[in-house]
């Protein structure tokens, strides 16, 4: 070949006489040479496009006001960008490399080929898992999307990723199309689901949880015949992640949520009320027809006093009022007065069916504070004020006896 310069031929030449290789043809120092140039175009071209088209795409990414282009191009997908540059490269020139050499043996040939396939499928794939965590980045930096399972449609979209791999690398081995392996997997589908069988699982319900809003990362749920009971903190292919209110973490399978029944507080914490419902069980015994001089013992009363001017003391029809129904009366306005109860919502006072342990009258109202410990502590003030009501009506609370009722 006259292409090359004859002092190189011959210095390659004389190495070779040297490594003890005796007197070698023309032909096979010119391949030498034509596998030298190659190498130094692949280098230079990898070199041209790292620090040429990288950079200029780069210096454009940072002329722009928005943040997404600066994950999608960020230097890591740059990087496996043009890790696919070489071995396109490489493929273009190997007939040029293959005759340098003097290499004709088919099998050697379809081998090296299938070799470069093979390592550009899998540049390819690098790269598109390297944007599908790019796009996974900028879901997760926005304040609408923090709150959804998209880690699950990651890992999802990873495993087909990985699958289409493999099936393109098998087909380049053994020389087939992609569809017709396809149509090959058929026939073992049963086994492949066995081995995929949690995979699946867990795809099928995070579509259907994500779909129906019925979980996302935030939520309270409780799972009563599982032993669940915290805060969602991660949403996966293959789990869900809940950390009890003991700090402790637990661990389920996505499809669990879709075959048993759960329970997501998310729904009460949104909408501003925690429901209360309690009852206290009233002695019969001290039910009785309100007097005049307990309603006046009423009005004077320095807390009540306030509550009673605000309420009816007679029936609809001008009748006398039980204490127990002008204690319910009082309880009900207490309520609607009280600032911490949610008034957007039910809150009623009423009577339950009498059983043995007496008149049960239950509270059932919304606090507007939502979170657990607030709720507790609004709870236990009204229903300790609503007992201490209780005698002032001549009413008496009904509880079993204690040691300290017999001994006095």
Same mark, same amino acid.
């Given at each position: 070949?006259?292409?090359?310069?004859?002092?190189?031929?011959?210095?390659?030449?004389?190495?070779?006489?040297?490594?003890?290789?005796?007197?070698?043809?023309?032909?096979?120092?010119?391949?030498?040479?034509?596998?030298?140039?190659?190498?130094?175009?692949?280098?230079?071209?990898?070199?041209?496009?790292?620090?040429?088209?990288?950079?200029?795409?780069?210096?454009?990414?940072?002329?722009?006001?928005?943040?997404?282009?600066?994950?999608?191009?960020?230097?890591?997908?740059?990087?496996?960008?043009?890790?696919?540059?070489?071995?396109?490269?490489?493929?273009?020139?190997?007939?040029?490399?293959?005759?340098?050499?003097?290499?004709?043996?088919?099998?050697?040939?379809?081998?090296?080929?299938?070799?470069?396939?093979?390592?550009?499928?899998?540049?390819?794939?690098?790269?598109?898992?390297?944007?599908?965590?790019?796009?996974?980045?900028?879901?997760?930096?926005?304040?609408?999307?923090? $709150? +959804?399972?998209?880690? #699950? =449609? *990651?890992?999802? @979209?990873?495993?087909?990723?990985?699958? %289409?791999?493999? &099936?393109?690398?098998?087909?380049?081995?053994? $020389? +087939?199309?992609?569809? #017709? =392996? *396809?149509?090959? @997997?058929?026939?073992?589908?049963?086994? %492949?689901?066995? &081995?995929?069988?949690?995979?699946?699982?867990?795809?099928?319900?995070?579509?259907? =949880?994500?779909?129906?809003?019925?979980?996302?990362?935030?939520?309270?749920?409780?799972?009563?015949?599982?032993?669940?009971?915290?805060?969602?903190?991660?949403?996966? =292919?293959?789990?869900?992640?809940?950390?009890?209110?003991?700090?402790?973490?637990?661990?389920?399978?996505?499809?669990?949520?879709?075959?048993?029944?759960?329970?997501?507080?998310?729904?009460?914490?949104?909408?501003?009320?925690?429901?209360?419902?309690?009852?206290?069980?009233?002695?019969?015994?001290?039910?009785?027809?309100?007097?005049?001089?307990?309603?006046?013992?009423?009005?004077?009363?320095?807390?009540?006093?306030?509550?009673?001017?605000?309420?009816?003391?007679?029936?609809?029809?001008?009748?006398?009022?039980?204490?127990?129904?002008?204690?319910?009366?009082?309880?009900?306005?207490?309520?609607?007065?009280?600032?911490?109860?949610?008034?957007?919502?039910?809150?009623?006072?009423?009577?339950?069916?009498?059983?043995?342990?007496?008149?049960?009258?239950?509270?059932?109202?919304?606090?507007?504070?939502?979170?657990?410990?607030?709720?507790?502590?609004?709870?236990?003030?009204?229903?300790?004020?609503?007992?201490?009501?209780?005698?002032?009506?001549?009413?008496?609370?009904?509880?079993?006896?204690?040691?300290?009722?017999?001994?006095?």
């Amino acid at each position: 070949m006259v292409l090359f310069d004859s002092s190189i031929k011959q210095t390659i030449y004389d190495l070779l006489i040297n490594w003890g290789l005796g007197e070698k043809p023309a032909s096979i120092v010119d391949g030498v040479v034509v596998l030298i140039y190659i190498c130094l175009l692949i280098l230079v071209i990898n070199i041209l496009f790292r620090w040429g088209v990288m950079r200029a795409i780069r210096w454009m990414v940072h002329q722009t006001r928005v943040k997404w282009d600066d994950i999608i191009f960020d230097d890591k997908i740059m990087k496996r960008l043009s890790g696919i540059v070489t071995p396109i490269v490489l493929k273009m020139l190997m007939p040029l490399a293959l005759e340098a050499v003097g290499i004709t043996s088919e099998w050697m040939i379809a081998t090296l080929y299938k070799c470069i396939d093979i390592y550009i499928v899998v540049a390819i794939l690098l790269l598109v898992n390297s944007l599908l965590k790019a796009i996974y980045s900028l879901m997760v930096s926005r304040p609408s999307w923090q $709150d +959804k399972p998209i880690k #699950g =449609l *990651l890992e999802t @979209l990873q495993v087909i990723l990985v699958i %289409i791999g493999i &099936i393109l690398i098998i087909a380049i081995i053994i $020389d +087939k199309s992609p569809v #017709g =392996l *396809l149509a090959g @997997l058929g026939a073992s589908a049963a086994v %492949i689901s066995f &081995i995929f069988k949690d995979s699946l699982l867990g795809l099928i319900a995070g579509v259907q =949880l994500s779909a129906n809003n019925m979980l996302k990362v935030g939520d309270w749920i409780e799972m009563p015949s599982r032993g669940i009971d915290g805060m969602v903190t991660e949403v996966t =292919l293959t789990t869900i992640k809940i950390r009890s209110w003991d700090n402790t973490r637990q661990t389920i399978p996505p499809y669990l949520l879709i075959s048993e029944p759960f329970i997501n507080w998310q729904a009460m914490r949104d909408s501003g009320g925690r429901r209360v419902k309690r009852s206290l069980n009233i002695d019969m015994a001290g039910v009785a027809m309100a007097t005049d001089d307990l309603i006046a013992e009423l009005s004077a009363n320095q807390t009540l006093a306030p509550i009673m001017r605000q309420i009816e003391t007679t029936t609809p029809e001008g009748g006398t009022l039980t204490n127990l129904e002008l204690y319910m009366r009082v309880v009900n306005r207490y309520l609607d007065n009280h600032p911490r109860v949610n008034h957007g919502m039910l809150c009623m006072v009423r009577q339950l069916q009498p059983t043995q342990w007496g008149i049960p009258v239950e509270l059932y109202f919304f606090t507007s504070a939502v979170d657990w410990v607030p709720h507790e502590h609004l709870q236990t003030e009204i229903i300790s004020h609503v007992v201490a009501f209780a005698p002032l009506f001549g009413l008496h609370l009904y509880q079993a006896p204690s040691t300290l009722s017999f001994r006095s």
